[in-house]
């Protein structure tokens, strides 16, 4: 099931890009947790998909011409680690985001149960099994 489980993360990626939202909360367990106190400042754990979806509706809705790439993408039994490219421009303020970050994606039963966004991409690879020394 771990190469379902990247189709699964690829989709969702995808269609961010895409904007299309829909595609995207479906790909979400109803329970899912997102937690993105490592990333944000206001970062917090974030539990259910009213809470994703709002948190979603907040940050992406932050920027115009929002773009993510992977860069990376590896399987780790039920986690998807991911190395992302992402940049925008702020709608208000025209401040320039281009940052890479990691993300650590928690699927079961073909659903996002649990997304970890970590600052630091190295992080994210040691979360989720695949530092150094493994």
């Given at each position: 099931m771990p190469q379902a489980n990247v189709e699964v993360v690829r989709t969702v990626f995808d269609a961010v890009n895409r904007g299309e939202w829909d595609t995207v909360l479906a790909s979400y367990s109803p329970d899912t947790e997102w937690?993105?106190?490592?990333?944000?400042?206001?970062?917090?754990?974030?539990?259910?998909i009213d809470a994703m979806r709002s948190e979603m509706r907040a940050w992406f809705g932050t920027w115009a011409n929002y773009w993510q790439e992977i860069e990376q993408v590896h399987d780790?039994?039920?986690?998807?680690?991911?190395?992302?490219?992402?940049?925008?421009?702020?709608?208000?303020?025209?401040?320039v985001m281009d940052q890479r970050i990691?993300?650590?994606?928690?699927?079961?039963?073909g659903l996002i149960?649990?997304?970890?966004?970590?600052?630091?991409?190295?992080?994210?690879?040691?979360?989720?099994?695949?530092?150094?020394?493994?």
């Open positions: 937690d993105d106190r490592d990333l944000r400042p206001e970062g917090a754990i974030h539990r259910g780790a039994g039920e986690n998807v680690v991911v190395v992302v490219h992402e940049s925008g421009e702020g709608k208000g303020s025209g401040a990691g993300v650590v994606i928690t699927v079961r039963g149960v649990r997304t970890r966004l970590y600052r630091d991409p190295a992080e994210a690879l040691d979360a989720g099994g695949l530092g150094p020394g493994r």
